[in-house]
């Protein structure tokens, strides 16, 4: 992992119930990246937030009601903006730059955020749903208007999204970020691209052509 | 998750280093793996093991030096039953049982325990050379002399065991256990073998032959 460059997310764009002060939810969000690397979920307080983002603990309770609201909505928002603009013009194309981003997105202070949410749910079952209707419904709506772009394409036919094989465009990174903690680089992504994900792609496509 | 049954692991054989009283050990064992479901690694302490046992401290310390000893080695000597006799005569075969094995494995108390080990790595970093030389060396061990046996009788070429498509035949039931938490079952463990793992292995024979 330590070989990967950690490279900037993509600019955010606006979204509809964006606060009024941007400049202080980023503040108030980086301070929580600091403090799920540093001390995790289960140790993050409202107060440590607070202080660390330097203003009034008021403040965050206007926008969040909640610890976990606020933790799963900073994880969420910092994924957001590495699957924006996921449109290359091609599902090859698509693939390859989804990937490189997830791969970037793990080696990054994002990604160790993210781990330590999935550490949490272990032991705290409301995080279970919290982070599959969060940071993970970000990733799948990315790869599923991808998958929907290379079937409005021709690319592949209509049961991709769902399929077993579609799982293995994320699995081999899961595995290695959160269990063997083997490096998860660029080169890693394009060796599993053309070895795993490509030659599935392949398979599938036949098979619907030929079905 | 739910719907998967719990079976027995095979008997365990005895092997060198053996204590001189097991069933004290398999007390023992017992106690930690309620106790790493229940309470985590993080809470976990060798005051609870032995109350939770019935046992004295010293009896623990006898034979385990620390806590993360004592963790590690009875993650590793429960995950370890499951991968006993894994020669069927075939690839296919001792694909299809350790597979079987693994998902069941996710799916019982031993599951649970080792998914709170892999949570506690997150924060504690002297776990992570531990978890891979204990728990993850007894699968890598297993799915290593699957291939090597594969190999042996022809059916695949040198470079398997160490392949990113070998990854694979793990990788789609780790991400569903541990982040998208959708079910992990037997039926699931045939879809993955036919649509991803049997196809990447066909693919990867017929290359090695080629080339």
Do not use: C
Not at 23 to 39: H, T
């Amino acid at each position: 992992m330590a070989a990967a460059p950690v490279t900037d997310p993509p600019a955010r764009t606006g979204r509809g119930g964006r606060p009024r002060d941007p400049s202080r939810d980023d503040v108030i969000r980086a301070a929580i990246l600091r403090l799920l690397g540093e001390v995790g979920y289960g140790a993050l307080t409202m107060d440590a937030v607070a202080a660390e983002a330097g203003v009034g603990k008021a403040t965050i309770y206007r926008r969040w009601r909640t610890k976990q609201d606020l933790v799963i909505d900073t994880v969420s928002e910092l994924n957001r903006a590495w699957t924006l603009d996921a449109d290359t013009g091609s599902l090859e194309g698509d693939l390859r730059q989804l990937v490189h981003r997830m791969v970037e997105m793990m080696a990054s202070p994002v990604g160790a955020a993210t781990r330590s949410l999935l550490a949490a749910m272990q032991h705290e079952p409301a995080l279970i749903d919290a982070f599959r209707e969060g940071p993970m419904a970000i990733w799948r709506r990315a790869f599923a208007e991808m998958w929907a772009r290379a079937q409005a394409r021709g690319e592949v036919g209509p049961g991709m999204t769902q399929s077993i094989p579609a799982e293995a465009a994320t699995a081999l990174f899961v595995q290695r970020w959160l269990v063997t903690r083997e490096p998860v680089d660029a080169a890693y992504a394009d060796a599993v691209l053309e070895r795993v994900v490509l030659p599935l792609v392949r398979q599938e496509t036949a098979g619907s052509r030929a079905g």
